[in-house]
């Protein structure tokens, strides 16, 4: 069983920065490929960031393309979505998950052994 626990949301201004970190308790880490998703009020939930276990590989959705970077810090149990250049269609809980496999599979969220409760982003205009 694995715990995630996100925080680092909050009230931005569009063109402003956020760094959302999650916080992973029980199993063994570094087994694991995290990814990030967000949903937004009346949206479906989206694919927006992902890293294979030893932070070979990384993918991002074209949505957020070169202003967000995802990394993790195996030995601090923690993964981590800096977020540049945020614009009001940004807003949306953020949620940190995880898949048991090296490298992450698929971005629709069906493969997700755990995910996380939730951190909300909000970017005013």
């Known amino acids: 069983q694995v715990q995630l626990v996100e925080s680092g949301g909050g009230v931005v201004q569009a063109g402003g920065s956020l760094r959302l970190a999650c916080a992973a308790s029980?199993?063994?880490?570094?087994?694991?490929?995290v990814g990030w998703f967000r949903q937004a009020p009346g949206n479906l939930r989206e694919f927006v960031a992902a890293?294979?276990?030893?932070?070979?590989?990384?993918s991002y959705s074209d949505y957020v393309k070169g202003r967000f970077t995802i990394s993790r810090d195996n030995a601090k149990r923690m993964v981590y979505l800096q977020m540049n250049g945020l614009n009001p269609e940004d807003t949306a809980v953020y949620y940190c998950?995880?898949?048991?496999?090296?490298?992450?599979?698929?971005?629709?969220?069906?493969?997700?052994?755990?995910w996380g409760q939730g951190t909300q982003v909000t970017v005013s205009s």
């Open positions: 890293i294979s276990r030893f932070s070979v590989t990384t």
């Open positions: 029980g199993g063994t880490f570094s087994m694991y490929a």
């Open positions: 998950a995880v898949q048991s496999r090296a490298l992450w599979t698929g971005r629709t969220g069906r493969d997700v052994d755990y």
